[in-house]
């Protein structure tokens, strides 16, 4: 007769069999799985950087100043919570926009970034806005 502890070992066991077998996760849960996030600067005007200041509820990664097709670059795991959420503020000139650049629990961008085996986002910005390139 088996034990508790063998019955136990082997639900564990099943349980990520289960999971492994899955083609692809419904959520970005796994903790070790590193982001990429690559911000470049694709405005016409080159006479002044786009000042780009990247937070976190934990990380305050200041303010860094990205001239044309400049590209800044970050990475991140999931927190044990998952709810990570990066945002950040743009400057240029005279106008200033704040833009969630990666949100944990977003399943269309999840679900896109998750299959990369890379996991790296890239954000453009340009005249008329921003453009993801998952």
């Known amino acids: 007769m088996a034990s508790k502890v063998e019955k136990r070992g082997l639900m564990a066991l099943i349980l ?18 590193k982001f990429h996030v690559h911000l470049v600067n694709a405005m ?8 780009v200041h990247l937070k976190s509820k934990d990380n305050d990664l ?5 001239w044309k097709n400049g590209d800044f670059q970050f ?15 743009f400057k240029h000139g005279t106008e200033t926009k704040v833009f ?9 961008s999840e679900s896109k970034v998750c299959k990369k085996p890379n996991k790296t986002v890239y954000w453009k910005v340009q005249d008329d806005g921003f453009l993801s390139q998952l």
Request: hydrophobic fraction near 40%.
């Open 100 to 108: 969630n650049i990666f949100v944990h629990g977003d399943r269309y």
């Open 75 to 89: 990475h991140f795991k999931i927190n044990f919570w998952e709810t990570t959420l990066f945002y950040c503020t």
């Open 44 to 51: 016409s005007d080159n006479s002044k950087p786009l000042m």
């Open 62 to 66: 200041q303010e860094h100043p990205l």
């Open 16 to 33: 990520v069999l289960v999971i492994s077998s899955l083609p692809e996760p419904a959520l970005c849960i796994y903790w070790n799985w």
